[in-house]
C-alpha cells in the first residue's frame, strides 16, 4: 500500500518541466566535468569519453549500412510493377479484384500538403508532379493546409482548386484557425487540424470506417515519385487487417533539387541529414523514426487522436511516431519506402556575400527548429516513466475486439492466410509490447540525435586543450593548463581512453567511405539515373508503336535534317550547348553500366523542374567540410535550443526560405498544333500555360516534337492521341508527324517545360 501511495506521489509531480531541461542541464554539467572528471573522477570520465566514440563509431556503421541497403532498394522499388507483385502475393487478378479484402485499387491516400505564404508556382510544382501520377484521377485526395493568419489563402486555395479539380479523386482545402488553446503556429498544428477534417469529411465521420484510407504528410516543396506512393498502397494492402491500423511508413530523404545552389556547408549538412534519416531505415530496425515527409494509416491517426500541437510537437514527424510508438505500446509498424522524398535546401536572400550569409543564417534557424525537437527526448522519458508510475493514466490502443476477432470482420485464419504470402507483404504476427531492448534502442536513437555530438565535440576540443597526452599535437598547450589543474600526471585511465578513442575516430574513414561511395551512387541513380531510364523506355515504346502510314511532317531547321535525334536535348545544336552559359548547360550524367541493359524502370511521373547533379570529382571536396559544418548546423544550434529549453519550450516558428520557381510568365507557353485534311499543319500560341507530366493514353499514338524555336528548349513533352487536345503532355520526341486522314481541326499540344 506504501508503494502504491509513493507511485501515486510521484506521478503527480512535474516530469514534463523536468525533463524538458534535462538536456540542457546535462550540457552545464559537462562543462565542470570536462576539467574536473580527468582530476576527481578518472575512470568514469575515460569510459564515457570512450563510451561517446564507441557510439559514434557505431553510428557510422550503420549509416554505411543504412546507405547501402537504401541504394540497392531504391533500384528495386523503381522497376517493381506493385501492381503485378499485389496480384501475385494475393492470388488477385487485378487491383479491383474483390476476392482479396482490401483490393489495391480501393486504397484512397489522403495527401496534406501544409504550407504558409509558399509561392504559387512553389505548390503548382508539387500538384503537377502528383497530377503525373497514373493514379491520381482515382486514388488521390488532395488537402491544401491553409493558415487562416495568411492573407488571401481562401482565394489562393480555390485558384488551386479550379485548375485541379479535373486531375485527382479530389481536391479541397483546409483553413486552420488562429489562436486555438495550447496550440502553436506551426507544421504539426496545421496538420493536426487538416487531417482531422479530412476524417470527419469522409468515411462516416471519426467514427466511421477509414481502412482504406492513407495520410501523408509532405512540405510543399517536396516531391515525390509515383512509386511511392505504389509501394505504400502494396505493403499496406497485403498487411494483415489487424496490422493496418498500426501502420506508418518512411521514405529516405533525398536533396537533389537546389544543392548546387546553395553553400557547401550547407549542402553537406543536408546530405549528412539525409544519411541520418536513412541510417535507421534497414528493415531490420526495430526504431524507424520517419523525417519531414511520411504515411500514417488514416485508422492509426484517428486512434491517437491526430497530432499533437502544442509546443513539445514542434518536430511533428519523430513526435507522431513516438506518439504512436507510446499509443500501440511499441507495437506500431513502420514500413521503410526506398523512394526518396524529394526535397530543397534552404536559401538565404540576395546575392554575393550577403546572400550567402543570408544562407548560412537560413539554415541555422532550421538547424536550431530541428534540434528544438529535443523535447521530443523529455516526451520519450516521460511516457516512459509514467507507464511505470501510472499504468494507464496514458490511452493506448485495443489491438483486436473481444471476440477475438479484429475490425474489419476477418477473423484469425483469413491473418493466417495473409501471413504465408510473401515475407515483404507484412509482419508475419502483430507485435507483442515492446521489450526492454527496444525501448533502450529507441533511447539510444533520441540521445544520438539529441545528445551525442554536442557532449562529444565539448570533450574532445576540451580534453585537446588540458589534456597533456604526449601523441597529442596539442602537447604543450595542454601541459601548461594541466598545471593548474593538477600536480599529477594524467591517470593512466584517462590516457587509456583518449588514446583508443583517437584510433577509434581514425577508424570512422572507413565505414565513411563506404557511406560516401553509396549515397553518391544513391544520389546518381534517385535524381537522375531512373528519370533518364524513364525517358529511354518512352523513346523505345514511340518507336515501336510509331504508325508506318503517310504523314505530314514539320520540318526541322536545315542544320538538324540530317542529324539522328535520339532524345530531345538532340534537337539542340551541338554549337548552341558549347556556347550556352555554364549554369543553362544540360547536364545528363550516363546511366551506369552496372545496372545492366534489361532494367527496366515503372512509371514515375514528371520530374521536378529543380534538380542538382553532383559532379565527380568535384563533388568528393564537399564531404571534407564535415567538421565545419557539423559544428555550426549541429553543435552551435544544440547548444542554443538545449540552452533555452532551461526558459522556454516556445519557439517563435519560421518557414524556411526555398528556392523561387521559374514564373508562369517566363515559361515558354503552350503551343497547339492544329491539323486538318486539307492544309499544311499551322503552329498557334495558347493564351495559358497548362501544367505538364499527366499522360494521355489511348491506342493510337502520334510521334510528337517540335520544328520552330527548337534552340530555345530544354525539353519537349507529351504523349498524345489523334483528335484530341492534351492539357498535361509528357512526351519528348523528333519531327512532328500527324497522319493525312486525322480528323478535321484536331488539336494536339505541346509543351515546353520551364528552363
Same mark, same amino acid.
Given at each position: 500500500?506504501?508503494?502504491?501511495?509513493?507511485?501515486?506521489?510521484?506521478?503527480?509531480?512535474?516530469?514534463?518541466?523536468?525533463?524538458?531541461?534535462?538536456?540542457?542541464?546535462?550540457?552545464?554539467?559537462?562543462?565542470?566535468?570536462?576539467?574536473?572528471?580527468?582530476?576527481?573522477?578518472?575512470?568514469?570520465?575515460?569510459?564515457?569519453?570512450?563510451?561517446?566514440?564507441?557510439?559514434?563509431?557505431?553510428?557510422?556503421?550503420?549509416?554505411?549500412?543504412?546507405?547501402?541497403?537504401?541504394?540497392?532498394?531504391?533500384?528495386?522499388?523503381?522497376?517493381?510493377?506493385?501492381?503485378?507483385?499485389?496480384?501475385?502475393?494475393?492470388?488477385?487478378?487485378?487491383?479491383?479484384?474483390?476476392?482479396?479484402?482490401?483490393?489495391?485499387?480501393?486504397?484512397?491516400?489522403?495527401?496534406?500538403?501544409?504550407?504558409?505564404?509558399?509561392?504559387?508556382?512553389?505548390?503548382?510544382?508539387?500538384?503537377?508532379?502528383?497530377?503525373?501520377?497514373?493514379?491520381?484521377?482515382?486514388?488521390?485526395?488532395?488537402?491544401?493546409?491553409? +493558415?487562416?493568419?495568411?492573407?488571401?489563402?481562401?482565394?489562393?486555395?480555390?485558384?488551386?482548386?479550379?485548375?485541379?479539380?479535373?486531375?485527382?479523386?479530389?481536391?479541397?482545402?483546409?483553413?486552420?484557425?488562429?489562436?486555438?488553446?495550447?496550440?502553436?503556429?506551426?507544421?504539426?498544428?496545421?496538420?493536426?487540424?487538416? %487531417?482531422?477534417?479530412?476524417?470527419?469529411?469522409?468515411?462516416?465521420?471519426?467514427?466511421?470506417?477509414?481502412?482504406? +484510407?492513407?495520410?501523408?504528410?509532405?512540405?510543399?516543396?517536396?516531391?515525390?515519385?509515383?512509386?511511392?506512393?505504389?509501394?505504400?498502397?502494396?505493403?499496406?494492402?497485403?498487411?494483415?487487417?489487424?496490422?493496418?491500423?498500426?501502420?506508418?511508413? %518512411?521514405?529516405?530523404?533525398?536533396?537533389?533539387?537546389?544543392?548546387?545552389?546553395?553553400?557547401?556547408?550547407?549542402?553537406?549538412?543536408?546530405?549528412?541529414?539525409?544519411?541520418?534519416?536513412?541510417?535507421?531505415?534497414?528493415?531490420?530496425?526495430?526504431?524507424?523514426?520517419?523525417?519531414?515527409?511520411?504515411?500514417?494509416?488514416?485508422?492509426?491517426?484517428?486512434?491517437?487522436?491526430?497530432?499533437?500541437?502544442?509546443?513539445?510537437?514542434?518536430?511533428?514527424?519523430?513526435?507522431?511516431?513516438?506518439?504512436?510508438?507510446?499509443?500501440?505500446?511499441?507495437?506500431?509498424?513502420?514500413?521503410?519506402?526506398?523512394?526518396?522524398?524529394?526535397?530543397?535546401?534552404?536559401?538565404?536572400?540576395?546575392?554575393?556575400?550577403?546572400?550567402?550569409?543570408?544562407?548560412?543564417?537560413?539554415?541555422?534557424?532550421?538547424?536550431?527548429?530541428?534540434?528544438?525537437?529535443?523535447?521530443?527526448?523529455?516526451?520519450?522519458?516521460?511516457?516512459?516513466?509514467?507507464?511505470?508510475? %501510472?499504468?494507464?493514466?496514458?490511452?493506448?490502443?485495443?489491438?483486436?475486439?473481444?471476440?477475438?476477432?479484429?475490425?474489419?470482420?476477418?477473423?484469425?485464419?483469413?491473418?493466417?492466410?495473409?501471413?504465408?504470402?510473401?515475407?515483404?507483404?507484412?509482419?508475419?504476427?502483430?507485435?507483442?509490447?515492446?521489450?526492454?531492448?527496444?525501448?533502450?534502442?529507441?533511447?539510444?536513437?533520441?540521445?544520438?540525435?539529441?545528445?551525442?555530438?554536442?557532449?562529444?565535440?565539448?570533450?574532445?576540443?576540451?580534453?585537446?586543450?588540458?589534456?597533456?597526452?604526449?601523441?597529442?599535437?596539442?602537447?604543450?598547450?595542454?601541459?601548461?593548463?594541466?598545471?593548474?589543474?593538477?600536480?599529477?600526471? /594524467?591517470?593512466?585511465?584517462?590516457?587509456?581512453?583518449?588514446?583508443?578513442?583517437?584510433?577509434?575516430?581514425?577508424?570512422?574513414?572507413?565505414?565513411? /567511405?563506404?557511406?560516401?561511395?553509396?549515397?553518391?551512387?544513391?544520389?546518381?541513380?534517385?535524381?537522375?539515373?531512373?528519370?533518364?531510364?524513364?525517358?529511354?523506355?518512352?523513346?523505345?515504346?514511340?518507336?515501336?508503336?510509331?504508325?508506318?502510314?503517310?504523314?505530314?511532317?514539320?520540318?526541322?531547321?536545315?542544320?538538324?535534317?540530317?542529324?539522328?535525334?535520339?532524345?530531345?536535348?538532340?534537337?539542340?545544336?551541338?554549337?548552341?550547348?558549347?556556347?550556352?552559359?555554364?549554369?543553362?548547360?544540360?547536364?545528363?550524367?550516363?546511366?551506369?553500366?552496372?545496372?545492366?541493359?534489361?532494367?527496366?524502370?515503372?512509371?514515375?511521373?514528371?520530374?521536378?523542374?529543380?534538380?542538382?547533379?553532383?559532379?565527380?570529382?568535384?563533388?568528393?571536396?564537399?564531404?571534407?567540410?564535415?567538421?565545419?559544418?557539423?559544428?555550426?548546423?549541429?553543435?552551435?544550434?544544440?547548444?542554443?535550443?538545449?540552452?533555452?529549453?532551461?526558459?522556454?519550450?516556445?519557439?517563435?516558428?519560421?518557414?524556411?526560405?526555398?528556392?523561387?520557381?521559374? =514564373?508562369?510568365?517566363?515559361?515558354?507557353?503552350?503551343?497547339?498544333?492544329?491539323?486538318?485534311?486539307?492544309?499544311?499543319? =499551322?503552329?498557334?500560341? %495558347?493564351?495559358?500555360?497548362?501544367?505538364?507530366?499527366?499522360?494521355?493514353?489511348?491506342?493510337? =499514338?502520334?510521334?510528337?516534337?517540335?520544328?520552330?524555336?527548337?534552340?530555345?528548349? =530544354?525539353?519537349?513533352?507529351?504523349?498524345?492521341?489523334?483528335?484530341?487536345?492534351?492539357?498535361?503532355?509528357?512526351?519528348?520526341?523528333?519531327?512532328?508527324?500527324?497522319?493525312?486522314?486525322?480528323?478535321?481541326?484536331?488539336?494536339?499540344?505541346?509543351?515546353?517545360?520551364?528552363?
Amino acid at each position: 500500500m506504501g508503494a502504491e501511495k509513493l507511485r501515486a506521489h510521484l506521478a503527480q509531480l512535474p516530469w514534463k518541466a523536468i525533463f524538458q531541461r534535462l538536456p540542457g542541464f546535462s550540457l552545464i554539467c559537462l562543462i565542470p566535468f570536462a576539467f574536473l572528471g580527468p582530476v576527481y573522477l578518472p575512470a568514469i570520465f575515460g569510459l564515457y569519453y570512450f563510451s561517446l566514440h564507441l557510439a559514434f563509431l557505431l553510428n557510422n556503421i550503420r549509416s554505411a549500412y543504412g546507405m547501402y541497403i537504401a541504394y540497392t532498394n531504391a533500384k528495386l522499388y523503381s522497376v517493381t510493377d506493385w501492381v503485378k507483385k499485389y496480384c501475385q502475393d494475393t492470388g488477385t487478378v487485378n487491383g479491383s479484384d474483390t476476392t482479396h479484402d482490401l483490393p489495391y485499387d480501393n486504397v484512397l491516400h489522403v495527401i496534406i500538403l501544409p504550407n504558409y505564404k509558399e509561392n504559387m508556382d512553389t505548390l503548382h510544382e508539387t500538384l503537377d508532379v502528383l497530377a503525373s501520377h497514373s493514379r491520381a484521377i482515382t486514388q488521390y485526395k488532395i488537402c491544401l493546409a491553409m +493558415e487562416e493568419t495568411e492573407a488571401g489563402a481562401d482565394d489562393k486555395a480555390q485558384g488551386l482548386m479550379k485548375h485541379y479539380a479535373s486531375q485527382f479523386y479530389e481536391i479541397t482545402y483546409t483553413l486552420h484557425p488562429a489562436g486555438r488553446p495550447g496550440e502553436i503556429r506551426g507544421k504539426s498544428s496545421n496538420v493536426a487540424w487538416a %487531417a482531422q477534417q479530412m476524417a470527419l469529411r469522409s468515411g462516416g465521420g471519426l467514427d466511421g470506417r477509414h481502412e482504406h +484510407e492513407i495520410i501523408t504528410v509532405m512540405d510543399a516543396d517536396t516531391c515525390f515519385a509515383e512509386d511511392y506512393f505504389a509501394a505504400v498502397t502494396y505493403h499496406y494492402t497485403t498487411a494483415l487487417p489487424s496490422q493496418r491500423r498500426i501502420m506508418m511508413f %518512411a521514405p529516405c530523404t533525398l536533396f537533389d533539387r537546389n544543392s548546387s545552389n546553395v553553400p557547401v556547408f550547407v549542402r553537406v549538412t543536408d546530405m549528412f541529414w539525409c544519411i541520418g534519416v536513412i541510417s535507421n531505415l534497414y528493415p531490420s530496425s526495430s526504431i524507424k523514426i520517419p523525417c519531414s515527409a511520411y504515411s500514417v494509416s488514416m485508422e492509426l491517426a484517428i486512434a491517437v487522436n491526430f497530432w499533437d500541437a502544442g509546443p513539445e510537437a514542434i518536430g511533428e514527424d519523430m513526435h507522431m511516431y513516438l506518439k504512436c510508438f507510446f499509443a500501440t505500446q511499441g507495437r506500431v509498424i513502420v514500413k521503410s519506402i526506398f523512394s526518396p522524398a524529394s526535397q530543397c535546401n534552404v536559401e538565404g536572400t540576395g546575392t554575393g556575400v550577403k546572400g550567402y550569409l543570408s544562407g548560412l543564417h537560413a539554415r541555422y534557424d532550421q538547424a536550431k527548429r530541428h534540434l528544438w525537437g529535443s523535447l521530443d527526448t523529455g516526451y520519450t522519458l516521460r511516457r516512459s516513466l509514467m507507464s511505470v508510475l %501510472a499504468p494507464g493514466s496514458e490511452p493506448t490502443l485495443p489491438m483486436r475486439t473481444s471476440n477475438g476477432g479484429n475490425k474489419y470482420g476477418k477473423d484469425a485464419s483469413h491473418d493466417a492466410k495473409l501471413a504465408k504470402s510473401d515475407p515483404h507483404a507484412s509482419t508475419s504476427r502483430t507485435p507483442e509490447p515492446y521489450s526492454f531492448w527496444v525501448w533502450a534502442e529507441l533511447i539510444h536513437r533520441l540521445l544520438e540525435s539529441h545528445i551525442l555530438m554536442g557532449h562529444l565535440f565539448v570533450l574532445i576540443i576540451v580534453s585537446a586543450l588540458i589534456l597533456p597526452i604526449r601523441s597529442s599535437f596539442s602537447y604543450s598547450v595542454a601541459a601548461y593548463f594541466w598545471g593548474y589543474l593538477s600536480s599529477d600526471p /594524467v591517470h593512466p585511465y584517462v590516457e587509456l581512453a583518449l588514446n583508443i578513442s583517437f584510433w577509434t575516430r581514425m577508424s570512422i574513414v572507413v565505414p565513411n /567511405v563506404v557511406m560516401i561511395w553509396y549515397y553518391e551512387r544513391y544520389h546518381s541513380w534517385c535524381g537522375f539515373e531512373r528519370w533518364e531510364l524513364q525517358e529511354k523506355q518512352a523513346q523505345q515504346e514511340r518507336m515501336a508503336s510509331a504508325v508506318p502510314s503517310q504523314t505530314l511532317a514539320v520540318p526541322l531547321p536545315t542544320s538538324m535534317e540530317n542529324r539522328r535525334v535520339d532524345s530531345a536535348l538532340s534537337l539542340v545544336e551541338p554549337s548552341a550547348i558549347r556556347s550556352a552559359p555554364l549554369h543553362e548547360k544540360t547536364e545528363l550524367p550516363a546511366i551506369a553500366s552496372s545496372h545492366g541493359t534489361n532494367l527496366r524502370v515503372q512509371h514515375l511521373g514528371r520530374r521536378s523542374q529543380l534538380r542538382s547533379s553532383r559532379q565527380y570529382p568535384r563533388n568528393l571536396l564537399d564531404w571534407f567540410t564535415i567538421p565545419v559544418a557539423g559544428f555550426l548546423f549541429y553543435v552551435c544550434p544544440q547548444f542554443h535550443a538545449q540552452m533555452t529549453h532551461l526558459f522556454t519550450e516556445r519557439l517563435d516558428y519560421k518557414v524556411a526560405a526555398k528556392p523561387t520557381l521559374k =514564373k508562369e510568365s517566363e515559361r515558354v507557353p503552350l503551343m497547339n498544333v492544329v491539323v486538318d485534311e486539307m492544309s499544311q499543319p =499551322k503552329v498557334e500560341y %495558347a493564351k495559358e500555360h497548362v501544367p505538364l507530366g499527366r499522360p494521355v493514353r489511348g491506342a493510337a =499514338k502520334l510521334d510528337l516534337g517540335l520544328g520552330m524555336n527548337v534552340m530555345q528548349m =530544354k525539353d519537349v513533352l507529351g504523349e498524345v492521341l489523334a483528335g484530341e487536345k492534351l492539357e498535361t503532355p509528357r512526351l519528348r520526341g523528333g519531327d512532328v508527324k500527324v497522319p493525312i486522314n486525322a480528323p478535321p481541326a484536331s488539336v494536339t499540344a505541346v509543351a515546353v517545360e520551364g528552363w
